[in-house]
């Protein structure tokens, strides 16, 4: 019988093949981080995913979709993680089976402010809705923020909750341009205007006051969900628990639109 040597070369090559066949690990996808318009035109989605990536240095992508397309996102997995401030999606979603985690991490809420004086008296009300009809049937000014998209649309909401067309009293006026602008062309009215708390904060404008705060025609949370899926990425839970730790509420308290202030956290 004859024995062949096998020389290192030959076995340098045999490992060299073995490594090849060996199953190479699958790659790490980034997270998919779902939201709606209005909060992808906050910035503050993709602010979370900016910092986060510094800090962990795990890739996510922010995609903004409409509302109807984020349930068909959870639905067929292709989302890892909704952030949203529209409860009807969070509950649709919860209601699907398709919520894993979810936590409210940030406000913005609305208020109602107006000139110190207060003619309408709407301090004195209850809510929105009975601010407003203080407000149309003592013929009040109010100022309508028609070009700041959000805040337009929760002021017409509260009006038709308030069964109430508020065009057809000429004290409703639009006051256009974008929200601080709109917001000093209110107070130097001396007319009412739903605003946002951080447009409020950050301009203050002297004898004008926050005057109604609060409820749920006035809440504006953002919510952030893990989506249930057979497969999760461990790095979108890691995302979700980033989110809610002490360094993303960080994050958002830190997060500056035009120098000013945007969302609050509850902690």
Same mark, same amino acid.
């Given at each position: 019988?004859?024995?062949?040597?096998?020389?290192?070369? $030959?076995?340098?090559?045999?490992?060299?093949? &073995?490594?090849?066949?060996?199953?190479?690990?699958?790659?790490?996808?980034?997270?998919?981080?779902?939201?709606?318009?209005?909060?992808?035109?906050?910035?503050?989605?993709?602010?979370?995913?900016?910092?986060?990536?510094?800090?962990?240095?795990?890739?996510? /992508?922010?995609?903004?979709?409409?509302?109807? &397309?984020?349930?068909?996102?959870?639905?067929?997995?292709?989302?890892? $993680?909704?952030?949203?401030?529209d409860p009807a999606v969070a509950a649709t979603l919860r209601g699907a089976g398709l919520v894993r985690l979810a936590s409210t991490v940030a406000s913005d809420e609305y208020l109602i402010a107006g000139p110190s004086r207060n003619p309408a008296h709407v301090s004195r009300s209850g809510d929105a809705v009975e601010a407003f009809r203080r407000i149309f049937t003592r013929r009040q000014r109010f100022c309508s923020f028609v070009d700041v998209p959000a805040v337009h649309e929760r002021e017409q909401r509260i009006w038709s909750a308030a069964s109430i067309q508020p065009e057809k009293d000429h004290h409703y006026q639009q006051c256009k341009g974008e929200a601080v602008a709109a917001l000093r062309?209110? &107070?130097?009215?001396?007319?009412?205007?739903? $605003? /946002?708390?951080?447009?409020?904060?950050?301009?203050?404008?002297?004898?004008?006051?926050?005057?109604?705060?609060?409820?749920?025609?006035?809440?504006? /949370? $953002?919510?952030?969900?893990?989506?249930?899926?057979?497969?999760?990425?461990? /790095?979108?839970? +890691?995302?979700?628990? +980033?989110?809610m730790s002490y360094r993303g509420l960080d994050a958002i308290d830190n997060y500056r639109v035009d120098g000013h202030k945007a969302f609050y956290t509850q902690r």
């Open positions: 019988m004859i024995t062949r040597l096998v020389g290192p070369g $030959v076995f340098i090559a045999a490992l060299v093949l &073995a490594a090849g066949c060996a199953k190479k690990p699958e790659p790490r996808l980034p997270v998919r981080v779902v939201t709606t318009p209005e909060i992808a035109a906050t910035g503050l989605a993709a602010h979370l995913g900016s910092v986060f990536r510094a800090q962990n240095h795990t890739a996510v /992508d922010v995609v903004s979709v409409a509302e109807g &397309a984020i349930i068909d996102e959870a639905r067929h997995g292709t989302a890892d $993680v909704v952030i949203t401030n062309k209110a &107070a130097l009215a001396g007319a009412y205007a739903v $605003v /946002d708390r951080a447009t409020f904060d950050s301009v203050r404008p002297p004898r004008f006051e926050s005057l109604v705060r609060g409820g749920p025609m006035l809440a504006n /949370d $953002v919510m952030i969900l893990l989506i249930e899926k057979p497969k999760r990425s461990k /790095d979108a839970d +890691w995302f979700l628990e +980033w989110t």
